[in-house]
């Protein structure tokens, strides 16, 4: 009793006559929270759910493209370091092969790659000096025949239906003459702009052979010590992925590569067909155009029908626009599909839209990587999404570790690709 009591005493200075304590709720959480979480609640279910949708893609989407725009500022700024490795990087996906022939022939590592090396430079000056032989045997004739071709075009004017007079011809080409006069300076400035870009570009094209030899002879340990910097968990896929975006670059490369010298070949038979001089510089501009998809093809055939239309006239001229289209269409419609789009797997719309991004922010050597590096992202992109987040699990549910391989002790197989 006595104890009853004091709780009854107690419950009334408390405020709750009749002993009656209320019984605290056995809730995990306190009322004034609970209500603050519901009207945030409240309010959330007040916003459609598009718009919320919307902001969250929009914020994402701002951060990605600040990334992107960043990271191109930054490439922007060593592209005369980044261009080189770029086609240090494509010219060994092309002489791969080349540089494992000689191992297999028994030559070592440091051997086969200066070997590969030294065979690509080696075409490549042959091609250049027979170009310049060609070149330099066929001025003569052509300047001959640029000046019979002024002088139709002289014809042409007075004679035509423009109906100039002589005077008029005689004052245009005065104009032209003060123009030239007038802008010596820029000219001037011109040629020694020209000669700092000479510079940057033989800067350049060591980068890029130096590039190329340590791809070929190192190439597999650079990849594993690239892989190795990601979290165990993550290796496996990264590997993978690099697989793919290298048997995607090589596939690009030489496809390219077969696609250019038959549109070469094709442009260079008309040009003999008719008799157009300059046939080996004009083949050559082509299969280098044929590396920049769509534009390269079209400016090479315009030259191919200049060319044609000073020496030979409008005839002539006429016959090679009809071979150059010919070409571009067996290009277009066979070898393209045939052999470029199981490596590329781009549609048309993104081939051309990565050209004009590429060409807007690194000229030519842009133009030439866009596409190559969009059909990456693309194949990379496709491979990560199949692979899944988390490795195949065990027998006993838990997730199989993957193997870190050292740079140093990693020694590929002859099965494995090499990216």
Known sequence: MPRRLRELRAAARAGHPGGVSPVPAQSGRSEG?????????????????????????????????????????????????????????????????????FQRMGMPRLGAAFAALFVFIVVLAGAAVAVGFNAANEIPTVSDQVSQGVEQVRGYLTDGPFHLSQRQLDDL??????????????????????????????????????????????????????????????????R???????????????????????DAFGIAMGLVGVGVPLVAPLALLTFFGGFIPIIGATVAGVAAVLVTLVSG?????????????????????????LVMRRAVRLHPLAIVISLSAGGVLAGIPGAIAAVPFVAVVNRVA???????????????????????VDSDDHTPSNEETRP
């Open 313 to 337: 006239g409008v005839t002539d001229a006429l016959i090679i626009l009809a071979v150059v289209l010919a070409v571009q269409q067996i290009e277009g419609h066979l070898l393209q599909p």
């Open 382 to 404: 496709g491979y990560l999404a199949a692979s899944g987040e988390t490795t195949p699990p065990a027998a006993d549910g838990n997730p199989v570790p993957s193997r870190r």
């Open 173 to 238: 080409v005065d104009d032209i003459r003060r123009n030239l006069a007038n802008n010596r300076g820029r000219l001037v400035s011109g040629v020694i702009s020209g000669a700092s870009v000479a510079a940057e570009a033989l800067t350049s094209l060591l980068v890029a052979l130096f590039s190329t030899f340590f791809f070929l002879y190192d190439g597999d340990r650079i990849w594993g010590w690239i892989v190795t910097r990601f979290p165990a968990g993550a290796e496996q896929r990264v």
């Open 240 to 262: 993978g992925a690099g697989r793919e975006a290298w048997l995607t670059i090589t596939g690009y490369i030489r496809g390219t590569v077969f696609v250019a010298a038959v």
């Open 33 to 101: 929270p609970a209500r603050e979480l519901s009207t945030a609640q409240r309010a959330e279910e007040h916003i459609p759910v598009a718009l919320r949708v919307s902001a969250g893609w929009s914020w994402r989407l701002i951060v990605t493209g600040a990334a992107i725009w960043i990271l191109l500022m930054a490439v922007g700024r060593v592209r005369l370091v980044v261009i080189p490795i770029i086609a240090g990087l494509l010219i060994a996906a092309l002489i791969h092969p080349l540089a494992h022939r």
